[in-house]
């Protein structure tokens, strides 16, 4: 049977498009892709791209502090929330631009509307029939709201970007990175922030040492950090919300923001009337290849929920093309992956935690180092960096970086090529560090700690 296209695209996010860009321009495959909401997907607009601006906006306060120590005489300061959104809607909007600049370039076509699969070779997008011999699911994830009384008065991370002012007091629900990033940021821009996690210890997942030394590290800064409790109910009382807490406490808040996960995007697209299967959490289930269970159909990035990070859905992207189109039968390799929260200070780590070096290979070194950064030292801060080192003790090997403190992102990703050319803590102790750095204490540490 002869198709319209060799592949058609669902989603205009980063692994969408890296799927449909690549099968066009590098193996001439003929490739059509849909967007309803906005190209470039969750990072570029709701997400990675415009926090990280926000962050460094919520940062400048601590920076104008920091300058008066080295002689800067910093008055009358005021931040304008609607400048930050204006400037950042701005670059938002030239990325959409580069985003479709980049298909139109590989003679991708672009469908603007929403697309829905029909059969195992049919898409229906604005009234059209379009057959394609492969179709690729790239919808990514959206956030997820628990149902509680009260659940209508709640923003996301989606409306938090949007906000038409900011409010006085603010309580943020969640214990992921999403939730610590926008604690982070509210408080910075002068925010009165309460953070609120059911567990007793945010970032579930991360080594253990990371998320107590953060927790510590923002609760000095003034955020109101509350464990181990949940909302029980919001009711709206005139222009405030009365949040009532599992605990039996309240408290009240001009806005209450959730961050308490996302769900793979996988409704009102069709799936159903091909039976691609899904998992428990409403995923789509993908092999190595990302094949379905529905030969002709592909799935990739969030909404596989599988490792939701924007750079693993570029790298999935890029497989799969290669594997259609290619003959190239390559995977993406899962482990060692560095990711950072940015969190205020910065977390970033790569390789296990140490509850997981232990238990994969029992005898394990570990090294740490806590201490002021060089920046604060001529200022009363008692912000502190903290670095770990995790070593597999029989060969040597070193199996887990982590770190918090300025700029923790741009280091890791440096160590994380070390950790995939499967360095030791000999290699590490023979690299000369660059002085004056914090990233020099990753290659002076000598005494384990443990």
Request: proline share 3%; glycine share 10%; charged share 20%.
């Amino acid at each position: 049977m002869t198709y319209q296209y060799d592949l058609f695209v669902i989603g205009a996010g980063s692994g969408g498009v890296r799927a449909a860009r690549v099968s066009a321009a590098t193996y001439g495959a003929k490739v059509a892709i849909a967007e309803d909401r906005y190209y470039g997907g969750t990072c570029v607009n709701v997400g990675c791209v415009p926090k990280k601006l926000f962050v460094y906006a919520s940062h400048f306060a601590e920076e104008f502090a920091t300058a008066r120590e080295f002689g800067w005489t910093i008055e009358n300061t005021h931040f304008d929330w609607h400048k930050l959104l204006t400037s950042k809607n701005r670059e938002i909007e030239r990325l959409n631009g580069v985003y479709k600049r980049i298909l139109e370039g590989a003679g991708v076509v672009i469908m603007d509307g929403h697309a829905t699969i029909a059969d195992e070779h049919t898409i229906n997008i604005n009234g059209e029939k379009i057959t394609a011999e492969r179709i690729l699911v790239a919808t990514g994830g959206w956030p997820s709201v628990p149902d509680f009384p009260g659940k209508e008065h709640v923003i996301t991370s989606n409306e938090a970007f949007f906000l038409d002012h900011l409010p006085n007091k603010i309580i943020v629900v969640g214990g992921g990175y999403i939730a610590v990033e926008f604690a982070g940021i509210f408080h910075g821009l002068g925010v009165d922030t309460t953070l609120v996690y059911r567990g007793p210890l945010f970032l579930r997942g991360f080594d253990h040492d990371l998320r107590a030394v953060l927790a510590d590290e923002m609760h000095k800064k003034g955020i109101n950090l509350v464990f181990n409790t949940n909302v029980a109910a919001i009711d709206k009382v005139k222009n405030h919300y009365k949040v009532s807490f599992t605990n039996d406490e309240t408290k009240d808040a001009d806005l209450v923001m959730y961050a308490t996960g996302r769900a793979p995007n996988t409704k009102n697209i069709g799936l159903e009337n091909v039976k691609v299967k899904l998992n428990n959490s409403g995923a789509v289930i993908v092999d190595d290849y990302y094949q379905t269970s529905v030969p002709a159909i592909y799935a990739i990035g969030d909404v596989t929920d599988r490792i939701n990070l924007t750079p693993v859905a570029l790298a999935e992207g890029m497989v799969l093309a290669r594997h259609l189109f290619g003959n190239q039968n390559t995977t993406v390799d899962y482990s060692d992956i560095p990711t950072c929260v940015f969190s205020q200070p910065n977390l970033s780590t790569v390789g296990l935690t140490e509850e997981q070096a232990r238990e994969k290979y029992g005898e394990i070194d570990i090294y740490k180092s806590k201490f002021k950064p060089m920046k604060l030292s001529l200022t009363d801060s008692d912000e502190r960096t903290f670095m770990k080192l995790i070593v597999d003790k029989k060969t040597d090997r070193v199996v887990g970086v982590h770190m918090i403190g300025s700029d923790a992102g741009e280091i890791i990703q440096g160590i994380g090529i070390a950790l995939k050319a499967g360095a030791t803590k000999a290699t590490f102790d023979a690299t000369i560090g660059i002085h004056p750095t914090a990233a020099e204490e990753f290659v002076t540490m000598r005494t384990p700690a443990n």
